[in-house]
């Protein structure tokens, strides 16, 4: 486990300056171990904490289902956990071509398919109600696994009843731009 101050940014050791003003790793860690959440989760807290956007834990209304899915549409830059795609690329977009990207779905009818399949979106599984880039600098940290960034497309849909079923089935596992593109070499 690294031993840098999370306060400063120095690496002044475990101790983070001999006292107790200090945040390392390992006093983050052992925090969140006592808490029994992640780790991401406990820098999240003190984050939101910080700039007062902890969440409040309400829990939601009772009420018929809305079938509204909120999720990211692609993350700008290259991401570190995919060494190669599917087809044997890795495709990725810089921030400014992705801003693109999201506005010309906008301006060009908003059409949502399912698994990138020819045809779902004529059925009207998913309509576009919300889509835009995360321009704030603070990341939003969804769950340990989904950290949005700033850049980040992301898009709201509401869904026909059998396409909701499939999320309930935990079968539909993100959203994800359907489109045509030329696949270049980045200059060096």
Not at 36 to 43: Q, T
Not at 140 to 152: E, N, P, Q
Not at 168 to 173: A, H, N, Q, S, V
Request: aromatic residues 6%; contains cysteine.
């Amino acid at each position: 486990m690294a031993t840098i101050c999370l306060s400063c940014g120095c690496n002044s050791g475990d101790d983070g300056h001999g006292g107790s003003g200090g945040i390392t790793w390992g006093r983050l860690q052992a925090a969140a171990d006592a808490a029994g959440i992640s780790l991401v989760r406990a820098a999240a807290n003190i984050l939101q904490t910080v700039t007062g956007t902890l969440e409040d834990n309400e829990p939601e209304p009772e009420g018929p289902e809305q079938h509204f899915l909120l999720g990211v549409a692609y993350q700008p830059g290259m991401d570190p956990r995919i060494q190669k795609g599917q087809d044997g690329g890795r495709d990725y977009f810089t921030p400014q071509e992705l801003e693109r990207a999201c506005w010309s779905f906008s301006l060009n009818g908003r059409q949502n398919g399912l698994f990138h399949l020819e045809g779902t979106e004529a059925r009207g599984v998913a309509k576009t109600v919300e889509t835009g880039i995360y321009r704030n600098p603070i990341p939003w940290v969804v769950s340990d696994d989904l950290i949005v960034r700033k850049g980040t497309w992301t898009l709201g849909v509401l869904v026909d009843d059998p396409t909701w079923k499939l999320h309930k089935e935990g079968k539909i596992g993100g959203l994800s731009p359907q489109g045509i593109a030329r696949r270049r070499r980045p200059a060096a």
